[in-house]
């Protein structure tokens, strides 16, 4: 198994400034995802993130928006930049040990993020 | 385009009943699918992995089953308690990439 540290836990901040969220796994992990959960949906994928190589996001999603650093096996940051209220979300990162081996999915615990 | 629907209402039940959820997906041709539990405040946890050769997989008081045909996954929690009350998610692998897509899940309420 795999066990993910998250920080932070939550967080209220002022339109137009930047988060960075940390995501720390105890192993060494080659893939982390990281999705946003907006009040009352579900998980939507933001981007994959491969360590040594950029971030792939999803449509939707872009790189000025949601900028990931993978600087190792075991962590990654996202950072939410220049902030409006609509960016208020629970955000995760999760990995997976062993992919495409059909294995399960270990998330954080998240960061409730609330822009105001 | 690809879709996973879960029934969006909640779904109340009395203690010791079984609760049965539902797992629709179109444009999708999974190898597997998966099953995961949410609380309040906390990330999805893993709960059944079930492959697309298999019909039905157990564990302890779970139970899901897989018709690749009707492209639908049932999910059965018997003899269920107020601590199975949560949001239960399904999630299919997202081509190509190894991320999942989850369903917008059902929330559970099981009443003593």
């Known amino acids: 198994s795999a066990v993910i540290s998250q920080k932070p836990s939550r967080d209220i901040c002022q339109r137009g400034t930047s988060l960075t969220i940390q995501c720390q796994v105890d192993s060494q992990v080659t893939m982390m995802f990281w999705y946003r959960q907006q009040p009352g949906q579900s998980l939507t994928l933001i981007a994959t993130?491969?360590?040594?190589?950029?971030?792939?996001?999803e449509s939707g999603f872009v790189i000025d928006k949601f900028p990931i650093s993978r600087p190792n096996l075991t962590f990654s940051t996202l950072t939410v930049s220049n902030m409006s209220p609509e960016d208020s979300s629970i955000y995760l990162c999760?990995?997976?040990?062993?992919?495409?081996?059909?294995?399960?999915?270990?998330f954080g615990q998240g960061t409730r993020l609330t822009v105001v | 385009s690809q879709k996973i629907e879960q029934n969006s209402e909640a779904l109340n039940i009395q203690e010791g009943k079984t609760a049965t959820l539902t797992c629709n997906y179109t444009n999708y041709s999974p190898a597997y699918l998966q099953w995961y539990r949410q609380d309040p405040g906390r990330g999805p946890v893993f709960l059944l992995l079930?492959?697309?050769?298999?019909k039905e997989k157990r564990k302890e008081r779970l139970k899901v089953t897989f018709d690749t045909t009707l492209k639908q996954s049932l999910f059965h929690i018997t003899a269920s308690q107020p601590a199975d009350s949560a949001t239960y998610l399904c999630?299919?692998?997202?081509?190509?990439?190894?991320?999942?897509?989850f369903g917008s899940g059902t929330r559970l309420q099981v009443q003593p």
């Open positions: 999760s990995v997976t040990l062993t992919p495409g081996m059909n294995t399960e999915a270990f």
């Open positions: 079930i492959r697309e050769n298999e």
């Open positions: 999630a299919l692998e997202n081509a190509g990439r190894r991320a999942l897509t």
């Open positions: 993130a491969n360590q040594g190589s950029e971030a792939t996001y």
